[in-house]
């Protein structure tokens, strides 16, 4: 758990994917069945912008542990992993699917929202959003960028025009 914690800080927080890509191959050494590790590891894919891999990673993860009392991270694991992959409609329906969960992350909000949205699919994605207003003050697409994991600064673009489709603010 802890090499699990420590990959996952190195990717979301510091952006240190090859690092973290290292340090989860080390906590799948050591519990190749843990599905959290296959989950937040695919997390780190996505981030990185391997899609494929990422997708793989966190497929496994619900292959280990369909009903697992966690399963919202695996979810929003699967919806991050389709997003970046492209396939919004996968995305969305992961992310829905998440979303209907005890337990919710906040980013799955967003990436839901903008999956729906890059889809066409506004008053959903509006739906969304003002259900996150309610819940939490709203973040900025400003502050959603600077701290959003994503390599690649043309994911982080795109992923700031989904969520202002998605009626998040500027």
Not at 110 to 116: D, E
Not at 128 to 156: C, E, F
Request: a positive charge.
């Amino acid at each position: 758990r802890a090499l699990v914690s420590y990959g996952y800080r190195k990717s979301i927080h510091h952006r240190d994917h090859i690092s973290a890509i290292r340090t989860f191959a080390q906590a799948l050494d050591v519990a190749p069945s843990s599905a959290s590790a296959w989950a937040l590891s695919g997390l780190c894919f996505a981030f990185a912008g391997e899609a494929t891999e990422a997708v793989r990673h966190a497929s496994r993860a619900m292959e280990l542990s369909p009903f697992d009392r966690e399963a919202y991270k695996f979810f929003h694991a699967l919806c991050v992993a389709h997003y970046t992959e492209g396939d919004y409609e996968r995305a969305a329906e992961w992310g829905l699917r998440a979303l209907g969960e005890t337990n919710v992350w906040r980013g799955t909000l967003g990436f839901t929202a903008a999956s729906l949205a890059a889809l066409g699919r506004l008053q959903e994605a509006h739906e969304i959003t003002g259900h996150v207003q309610k819940k939490w003050p709203i973040r900025r697409i400003g502050d959603i960028m600077k701290s959003l994991a994503y390599r690649d600064p043309n994911r982080r673009r795109l992923y700031g025009e989904h969520l202002r489709a998605a009626g998040y603010p500027d």
